[in-house]
């Protein structure tokens, strides 16, 4: 299409879109034939399906009073092709039904190594980021054998590295896809308990900040047994409504998501390709050539979803329980493929934990991190004046204290503010040797809260993987050790240390270890 002539699709949007503006004050004026024509010409389509219910949304929204979603569901049926009137038969099948199982025992382990190979192809992703991503597409599949189930959140420095592009390739492999963007929260709920939809969201950083509606339904989604909103529906008693949110979703956007989302998700940084980056363009026929796939892997989870539900993966070492949850599916799911996924996986989990961006909201965390390092370079010291905190805080290189207010240095109210949600608070406080008192803060109070919100890093992972054996008393465990006490300074700076020795079993305990779990241990 030449010059600036839009497309059918868009110019039906914008009839509704005129639409919604004059309902606010003129509902009856609002709702013409033309409106009703339009809707009903994007809803039965694959491609505009979101579009139309977003503007369902929006319309009844313009004019709570008045509007109700019923009747213009109703007014809009009467325009759809014949034999589409019902509402169930005019959304894709594939939307509706979801994709037909393959019909034969699949290769899983194959057919996630397929997966890889298909997103290599196109897309420029760091390392462990394509396992991650067919592990948790595989994931998608079966996600009601799991407790917990992750976004898997794209974002990037800047436009133009790769998201739509991953989008697009994910909607053709993923179970029941529903993409869009710039969607409203009532869209989310109601796709997802009409359809059972996969949602793909692009520009997400364009309504999410700020948006605690939205923002609520998303992060909703993330345990199952929780994975519910609550509205108020109907056109003459109003009763209240549960509608699911236990979806896959994949969230795409530039720049980090609030802390909420980013501590549900497995987080996969993009980045721009450079011109030594080889990848393929998607062919234009991506959905037609992956039905196979898809088929495979609906096939797979339904042959899978007993044993996944039961599964208890060993997780990989890590201070991060949230990301341990989220990881778990993924983990799962690569237990049950077999080598090489087993050690596959926990090596992706690895990478993509390293390279992921601090999240604002820990800037606490950081700070109890230094804070721990002052007081074991002090082992002595019972107090600390506020101005000894904030001089040492804002000395050190490299961490955000310097220059935390917008460039400008850590003080001493800043300080006591990001402490404040620990309990920990100044006081007066007296050094030793010095007669007059000033602001700050006693160690026991800094040292309860290192202890009880700043886990240990994890043990280091050194020497020879257990190996199977036939034998379950037989292991590569210690069995005794002597106990050794460790002050209190090393402990405060072992926190950012290379970790410790790992526990070790009683002889007792050591003859029961599975030999199963201690096969997975192997890889960790």
């Known amino acids: ?82 034999g589409q009137t019902d509402r169930t038969d005019t959304t894709p099948d594939e939307l509706r039904d979801g994709i037909e199982a393959w019909g034969e025992t699949v290769d899983g382990a194959a057919l996630v190594a397929e997966l890889v190979a298909l997103i290599e192809r196109h897309c420029v992703l760091p390392k462990g980021a394509a396992v991650a991503i067919a592990l948790w597409v595989l994931a998608a599949y079966a996600i009601d054998s799991f407790r917990i189930f992750p976004k898997l959140l794209l974002h990037s420095p800047q436009k133009r590295c790769g998201k739509t592009t991953l989008l697009e390739l994910l909607a053709a492999v993923m179970p029941k896809p529903l993409t869009g963007s710039n969607v409203t929260p009532s869209v989310i709920f109601r796709a997802i308990e009409l359809w059972q939809v996969s949602l793909l969201l692009d520009e997400v950083d364009t309504f999410i900040h700020g948006n605690d509606d939205m923002r609520g339904i998303v992060n909703s989604g993330h345990t199952r047994s929780t994975a519910y909103v609550w509205r108020v529906e109907g056109d003459t008693v109003r009763e209240p409504v549960r509608f699911s949110t236990w979806a896959p979703m994949v969230l795409a956007m530039i720049g980090n998501p609030p802390s909420t989302i980013f501590d549900r998700a497995v987080v996969v940084p993009l980045e721009r390709k450079t011109k030594d980056d080889k990848v393929v363009r998607l062919p234009r026929g991506l959905v037609e050539d992956c039905e196979t796939m898809r088929r495979q892997c609906q096939q797979w989870a339904n042959d899978h979803a007993v044993a996944l539900a039961a599964a208890d993966p060993i997780m990989p070492a890590s201070s991060n329980d949230r ?8 983990v799962a799911v690569a237990d049950a493929l077999g080598e090489p996924w087993l050690k596959r996986s926990r090596d992706a989990f690895r990478l993509l934990l390293s ?35 904030v001089a040492r805080l804002n000395a050190m290189d490299e961490r955000p204290w310097p220059t935390i207010a917008q460039g400008r240095e850590l003080t001493a109210h800043r300080l006591g503010r990001l402490l404040a949600p620990y309990r920990i ?57 002597d106990e ?41």
């Open 1 to 82: 299409m030449s010059g600036g002539a839009k497309e059918p699709h868009e110019l039906r949007e914008d009839t509704v879109r005129a639409a919604i503006t004059k309902a606010g004050t003129d509902p009856a004026g609002a709702l013409t034939v033309e409106v009703f024509k339009a809707l009903a010409a994007l809803k039965p389509k694959p491609e505009t399906a979101g579009l139309y219910l977003t503007l369902v949304a929006d319309l009844v929204d313009a004019n709570k009073k008045v509007l109700r979603r019923t009747v213009i569901e109703a007014a809009v049926a009467e325009y759809l092709p014949k």
């Open 323 to 330: 990301a341990v949850d989220n990881w778990s599916a993924l």
């Open 355 to 389: 390279s992921a961006p601090t999240d604002e909201d820990d800037l606490s965390i950081e700070l109890l991190r230094d804070l721990a390092d002052i007081l074991a370079d002090r082992p002595n010291d019972k107090v600390f004046p506020s101005s000894l905190l």
């Open 425 to 481: 608070t100044s006081g007066s406080v007296r050094l030793a040797g010095v007669s007059s008192t000033s602001k700050g803060y006693k160690r026991e109070t800094i040292e309860g809260a290192v202890a009880r919100y700043l886990p240990p890093d994890p043990p280091a992972e050194t020497g020879t993987p257990a190996q199977a054996s036939g034998n379950a008393g037989a292991s590569d465990c210690q069995t005794g050790t």
């Open 484 to 524: 050794v006490v460790v002050p209190v300074a090393d402990q405060l700076r072992a926190r950012r240390g290379a970790g410790c020795a790992g526990v070790p079993l009683s002889q007792g305990d050591a003859a029961n270890v599975d030999v199963s779990r201690e096969l997975s241990k192997a890889v960790l």
